[in-house]
């Protein structure tokens, strides 16, 4: 082998080494549940549970639960094949009601609301907008639910829903919230 190959292949190495090095000190990570273990080490808690994954705008919203809680993380792509901790959101259900939510929003308008489901009777949620848009959730990742959407660059902050609701099998609600008792 040359001299000159040896350097080659030295030069080489020597950049992967600093290009891993630079990788895991910015704060990407090769896959999206790397960049949740990880954003769950930084806040001391977890690990949870990964019960459900869903794809968005900016990458994946990971739904999870620890303990008494339960968790929504946003995990953005970033140079088409890395990923970074986004926004994150937790809370602690509180099993006295038929369910517990939260929900947030982005820089970006991308918005969620999620929750755990306490009463086993509910078998639909809706959520409903203040312009009467109506979403519907009947499938539960286990006792999870999460609704997403995107806001309008002129929806005013007060305007994101109107109200929740948990219906059982046969149309009757057995829970209702509007945005005021989030907010």
């Given amino acids: 082998m040359s ?55 900016e990458g994946k919203y990971i739904l999870g639960k620890y303990d008494r809680w339960v968790s929504c993380e946003s995990i953005q792509r970033k140079f ?31 918005c969620n609301l999620y929750g755990i489901i306490n009463d086993q009777r509910i078998k639909r949620i809706t959520l409903t907008f203040n312009n009467g848009q109506l979403m519907t959730q009947t499938g539960f990742y286990e006792d999870l639910f999460l609704f997403t959407w995107k806001l309008a660059p002129d929806d005013p902050p007060s305007d994101y829903f109107k109200d929740l609701k948990g219906y059982d099998a046969y149309g009757n609600i057995l829970f209702a919230a509007d945005q005021s008792k989030v907010s």
């Fill in 3 to 57: 001299i000159r190959l040896k350097k080659t292949i030295r030069n080489i190495l020597i950049l992967v080494l600093l290009f891993l090095i630079f990788v895991l000190r910015s704060g990407f990570y090769p896959t999206p549940l790397s960049a949740h273990q990880r954003s769950e080490q930084s806040l001391h808690y977890g690990p949870s549970q990964v019960v459900h994954s869903e794809d968005c705008a």
């Fill in 80 to 110: 088409f094949f890395f990923w970074t901790i986004g926004d994150r959101s937790n809370f602690e259900n509180d099993t006295t009601k038929p369910f517990a939510f939260s929900w947030m929003t982005s820089e970006g308008g991308n």
